[in-house]
């Protein structure tokens, strides 16, 4: 049985269709809204803001008798800009009551919490950050996070850090920055994406079924796991897979640079965060860790 607090986001929504696809375990997603989600034979969906104590009591009680409970914890306040406006409410969210949650989810078998390169801080000279790297986080989020990692280690269970990730949303009403990029080629709208700014990054999909392929190993895994794509990407590059996808013209994404547009972010942002991913290959005996749009 699986347990994903916040599983209708966007990651959450292909963790559950990895889970349908690559188990045989049944699912209880917690969601803050559940008008617009729909209880299947395999997914339960009960309403909890991780916030409010007595809803995430319900869940704890309604998993505490059930064995071999998987966990995968996604509910944070995790835009960047908005943690840098409303630092207080952020650290509400994604320390003070992250570590109230972990601490009634003691019982668990396994747990793995949803992190990311924003810890590690800027990449010099193309260096790829692996998990033991030290971390210096330009930005109040990647400092939520390493704040947040540090109570699931407490704890003996798992992060995994993930790049930026993108693809088409499954989220009802809810677009990703995916869709927005789609709409504006599709309406021979320009689109400006950075040139100069690399990630390793991944889609939705190859991120969920990694993550669920680790859970899944009856074997120790190591509390920190980077989850991260083989090729060094900018969002230009993105932009220019998305158009040829769609068979659009790629004249209509235009590289900028992170100097240029210093106005698009509110809050800093690294010029560039790269992993190395060769421990989770080794673990999950793979080869190449492909970005796919
Ligand atoms: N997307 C990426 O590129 C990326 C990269 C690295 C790490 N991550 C991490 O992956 C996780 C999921 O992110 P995502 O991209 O899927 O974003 P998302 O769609 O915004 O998912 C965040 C989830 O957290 C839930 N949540 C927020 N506050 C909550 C609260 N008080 N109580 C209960 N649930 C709450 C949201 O619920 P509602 O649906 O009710 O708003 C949503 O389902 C986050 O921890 C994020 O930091 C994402």
């Known amino acids: ?13 292909y963790i559950i269709q990895s889970i349908l696809a690559l188990t045989n375990d049944d699912i209880v997603s917690t969601a803050r809204n559940i008008s617009n989600v729909a209880n299947t034979s395999r997914i339960k ?10 809803e995430f009591d319900n869940v704890i009680d309604f998993i505490k008798n059930i064995n071999n409970i998987k966990v995968i914890f996604l509910a944070a306040y995790h835009h960047p800009d908005k943690v840098a406006e409303n630092p207080q409410f952020a650290w509400n969210i994604n320390v003070t009551t992250l570590s109230k949650c972990i601490n009634k989810l003691f019982f668990v078998d396994k747990l793995f919490y949803a992190s990311t390169d924003s810890v590690y801080g800027n990449s010099i000279n193309n260096h790829h950050f692996k998990e033991d790297d030290v971390l210096n986080p330009v930005n109040i989020y990647g400092k939520n996070k390493c704040a947040a990692e540090a109570i699931i280690k407490y704890y003996g269970f798992n992060v995994v850090r993930y790049p930026f990730l993108i693809a088409h949303s499954l989220v009802k009403n809810k677009l990703h920055f995916y869709d927005k990029i789609v709409n504006d080629l599709k309406s021979q709208k320009e689109i400006e994406m950075f040139a100069d700014s690399f990630r ?15 859970c899944e190993l009856n074997t120790e895994i190591p509390h920190i796991v980077n989850i991260s794509g083989d090729s060094d990407l900018s969002k230009y590059d993105i932009g220019l897979m998305i158009a040829d996808k769609l068979g659009a013209d790629k004249s209509l994404v235009k590289p900028i640079t992170m100097n240029e547009k210093n ?14 991913n060769s421990l989770i290959k080794n673990i999950l005996n793979i080869d190449k860790i492909d970005f796919i749009i």
């Not at 049985?1 to 929504?13: A, H, T």
């Not at 390793?200 to 680790?214: E, H, P």
């Not at 972010?265 to 690294?270: M, Q």
């Open 1 to 13: 049985m699986y347990l994903i607090i916040g599983g209708n986001g966007y990651l959450g929504n």
């Open 200 to 214: 390793s990054s991944l889609n939705f999909k190859t991120a969920a079924d990694l993550l669920i392929k680790l």
């Open 45 to 54: 969906w009960i309403k909890c803001d991780i916030t409010d104590d007595n």
């Open 263 to 276: 106005n698009i972010f509110i809050s800093e942002r690294a010029s560039s965060t790269l992993m190395d």
